[in-house]
């Protein structure tokens, strides 16, 4: 299927955001938002979001992006994942407006962008749907327990690391340091923000969020690690992602943004055919 792009300027309070919307020759009533991730613009690294854009498209389902505040081309002050809501509010305003036959919405994140996309989802009927990429969870406490189980228990495994050892290339004294760092860290109760830490309000989200939920963790990311260690241990989150209306899929070798076309290809297809799959 054909479609064509169209750059988009809209206000977000006194800002104007600058965003692009890849629309099909025949549109589906689904669309795509995707929410960026901080510091981050509407391209993606590696051209992700450019390329996944127009592989939606080319399905038929039309896909907007654009640049939060403070970020690429649109005016006003930086801001992090925290901060979002007008302009998201603002993005799916213009969406709508531009596309009066679309009937509902999927955000689409990765990283913190994911996790801005899920807090925001429960905001609004019309969004019917949410792609995360190796959501942000990040604590003290989930992060040194990654490190320590993925990161250093690999490096015990590496042959390299027991000859640079005996070769004196490692730094013995410093490696010990940052791993007694790290084991004093893991057993260190997870700091609260508001009375709530981020895995909590994570899973609060995605909890009063009714939708359909896709959740794509890559092989090797930590953060997605950290994520992956949330149902191991907590009872709630193993019955969250256990309901129906949850699916997730892991892309096996895959870094934190998908750097490889076979792995962006991995991402788009999932993507596809689970928005056409409900």
Not at 91 to 99: G, H, K, S, Y
């Amino acid at each position: 299927m054909t479609w064509q792009s169209r750059a988009l300027c809209f206000a977000c309070r006194d800002c104007r955001l600058i965003g692009i919307l890849d629309l099909p020759e025949r549109p589906r009533q689904r669309g795509v938002l995707i929410v960026t991730g901080g510091p981050q613009y509407r391209v993606g690294s590696h051209r992700h979001f450019v390329l996944l854009a127009r592989q939606l498209a080319a399905a038929g389902i039309p896909v907007m992006r654009f640049d939060y505040r403070g970020m690429g081309d649109s005016e006003g002050e930086q801001r992090n994942f925290e901060q979002l809501d007008d302009d998201l509010d603002a993005a799916i305003a213009e969406f709508f407006n531009t596309l009066p036959a679309m009937k509902e919405l999927v955000l689409w994140g990765l990283c913190d962008g994911a996790t801005a996309a899920a807090w925001h989802a429960p905001r609004d009927p019309r969004i019917a749907g949410l792609v995360m990429l190796n959501p942000w969870v990040r604590t003290e406490q989930g992060h040194a327990n990654a490190t320590l189980r993925h990161y250093y228990a690999q490096r015990l495994l590496d042959r390299d690391f027991w000859r640079k050892l005996g070769g004196g290339a490692v730094r013995i004294g410093a490696t010990l340091r940052s791993f007694i760092a790290l084991a004093t860290a893991a057993r260190r109760p997870a700091a609260e923000a508001g009375g709530l830490s981020l895995p909590q309000r994570l899973y609060r989200a995605l909890r009063q969020f009714r939708g359909h939920t896709l959740i794509v963790l890559s092989g090797a990311d930590l953060g997605a690690r950290e994520f992956s260690a949330l149902p191991g241990h907590q009872p709630h989150w193993r019955q969250l992602l256990d309901e129906p209306r949850v699916q997730l899929v892991h892309v096996p070798e895959a870094n934190h943004t998908f750097s490889s076309r076979a792995w962006r290809a991995d991402v788009a297809t999932v993507c596809t055919d689970w928005i056409a799959s409900w």
